[in-house]
């Protein structure tokens, strides 16, 4: 099993980190910069993540933006309405000074709106990459008929789906981006239960449950790449430790 995967133009660990609930506060700073050191090469927020908190956190830990790091944001969420272009144009300006950066490694359309044709709201992305503030597209919580839309429109490297061992709702868009060589980054990786099979799996490897989850994941595509979320540096390098575990194939489908 390969233990990193291209994203755009950029080698990255396979697991990342997600930062949902990321305050900024002196030691959540110090976090993300241990995170980094430990081998995180991803982080993922949001425009909306903490009232830009999250955003401005990793600003103030990160920058200037490692050039083996990937740091990616989403905007165009909240509501209908939330994908116009021009509620677009100004999240992405708000998220490049909170994040202190020139330029955006990978930037989601966080939600498609139901308001507003998805060509409309990935126009406006497409407008700072072709300007040089984004450098890589990608779109979140969408079927295939939407992907190939979108890369209708824009260069589309990375999917943000909802997907762990108990949600499997996209399990043919898993494989499509395997097919296309376009990432899959599981959002709630770690929700779910394995039941007694999971116990039995990850005693057997001297595991945690969680890393049997992430090394199930890892297994099930190539161009799969977990963030799970954490605010415990712990936490962090046992999720990274899962890359080490080599699950059998009779594991894989027990698990499945």
């Known amino acids: 099993m390969e233990n990193s995967m291209r994203v755009g133009d950029i080698d990255v660990a396979r697991i990342g980190l997600g930062t949902n609930r990321l305050m900024k506060t002196p030691d959540n700073i110090a976090f993300i910069k241990a995170a980094v050191a430990a081998g995180v090469q991803m ?7 903490t009232g ?7 600003g103030e830990a990160l920058h200037p933006f490692p050039e083996s790091c990937i740091v990616a944001t989403k905007g165009g969420i909240g509501g209908p309405g939330r994908g116009r272009p021009e509620v677009l144009r ?3 300006e708000q998220s490049l000074r909170r994040l202190r950066t020139e330029i955006i490694d990978l930037y989601y359309l966080h939600r498609v709106d139901r308001e507003t044709p998805l060509e409309e709201s990935l126009g406006a992305i497409k407008e700072h990459r072709d300007r040089g503030k984004i450098r890589h597209v990608g779109i979140s919580e969408v079927g295939i008929d939407q992907i190939e839309r979108a890369r209708r429109v824009v260069p589309i490297v990375a999917v943000q789906n909802q997907y762990n ?9 898993v494989d499509y981006c395997a097919a296309e060589g376009i990432a899959f980054v599981p959002f709630f990786p770690l929700r779910g239960d394995g039941g007694r099979k999971l116990d039995e799996i990850a005693k057997r490897h001297r595991a945690t449950r969680q890393q ?14 977990p963030i799970p979320g954490t605010l415990s540096l712990e936490h962090l390098k046992e999720n990274v430790a899962a890359l ?13």
Do not use: N
């Open 43 to 49: 982080v993922d927020t949001a425009h909306s993540y």
């Open 52 to 58: 830009g908190q999250s955003e401005e956190t990793i």
């Open 90 to 92: 100004a999240e992405i």
């Open 165 to 173: 061992l108990s949600e499997r709702k996209y399990e043919a868009v």
């Open 212 to 225: 049997i989850m992430l090394a199930w994941l890892l297994r099930r595509s190539p161009v799969m790449l």
């Open 244 to 256: 080490q575990i080599d699950l059998t194939s009779a594991e894989v489908e027990a698990l499945r």
